[in-house]
């Protein structure tokens, strides 16, 4: 139980252009969801925490109007890198907490991003 | 916000040793502190958590152990393996519906 699918798991776009990734909570509704960013060899940052039906809360220096986030349903939650950029080149990973009988938080399988 | 510092950065021992990575974190108010595994490119993966309302756990050759007070808590690995080399992260959280917060890393190095 308590399965979070993410996709792409990886994906190379062109500089200036924009790619959505996807998090679907399968077997239980997630009402809050995080997107964390980890450069290679570095630990998982958290950007931002997306909220069901409302505004996402975004990290300290994270852009909101680059890394759009929305969240219209309880098991699925958006990330667009928008305009993106050789810098944004990454392993972008969403999570979920999940309650019931195995308390605790989920992860998806994250997201290669290559930006060319 | 939380932080959380971990050491050490890289850690290598044979294998058979113990291994021991060390935590700490800033908000006395978090109560959830997990520790997980990550192989590249890959989610991470559970191995062990505590809840603030115990001063340890164990599974096997993993264990975990927490003080409140001093606000750090460390994983403990027994008999190590060459498997175990991975990069191992700790993390905190305070209250139901925020963020885990991620110590830096610590990669283990296992050698046969």
């Known amino acids: 139980g308590a399965v979070v699918s993410q996709h792409p798991s990886w994906v190379i776009c062109k500089s200036g252009t924009s790619v959505k990734i996807e998090c679907r909570s399968l077997?239980?509704?997630?009402?809050?969801m995080f997107w964390y960013r980890q450069f290679p060899k570095q630990s998982l940052m958290l950007m931002a925490t997306?909220?069901?039906?409302?505004?996402?809360?975004?990290e300290q220096g994270v852009e909101k109007d680059k890394f759009l986030i929305n969240h219209a349903s309880l098991t699925l939650s958006t990330l667009t890198v928008t305009s993106a950029h050789p810098e944004d080149s990454s392993f972008y990973i969403c999570?979920?907490?999940?309650?019931?009988?195995?308390?605790?938080?989920?992860f998806g399988s994250g997201t290669r991003l290559t930006v060319v | 916000g939380e932080n959380v510092e971990q050491h050490p950065s890289t850690l290598s021992v044979q294998e058979g040793d113990s291994a021991v990575i060390k935590c700490t974190y800033s908000?006395?108010?978090?109560?959830?502190f997990p520790w997980y595994k990550q192989e590249l490119g890959k989610r991470p993966q559970l191995i062990i958590d505590?809840?603030?309302?115990?001063g340890e756990k164990k599974d096997q050759r993993i264990a975990v152990t927490l003080n409140k007070t001093a606000k750090h808590f460390s994983l403990h690995i027994t008999e190590t393996q060459p498997e175990d080399s991975a990069v191992y992260f700790c993390a905190a959280t305070y209250q139901a519906g925020t963020a885990l917060i991620f110590g830096k890393g610590t990669t283990l190095s296992v050698s046969s």
């Open positions: 908000d006395s108010a978090s109560n959830y």
């Open positions: 999570s979920a907490r999940h309650t019931g009988e195995a308390d605790g938080y989920t």
């Open positions: 505590i809840r603030s309302n115990v």
């Open positions: 997306s909220n069901e039906g409302s505004k996402a809360t975004y």
């Open positions: 077997d239980f509704q997630a009402t809050t």
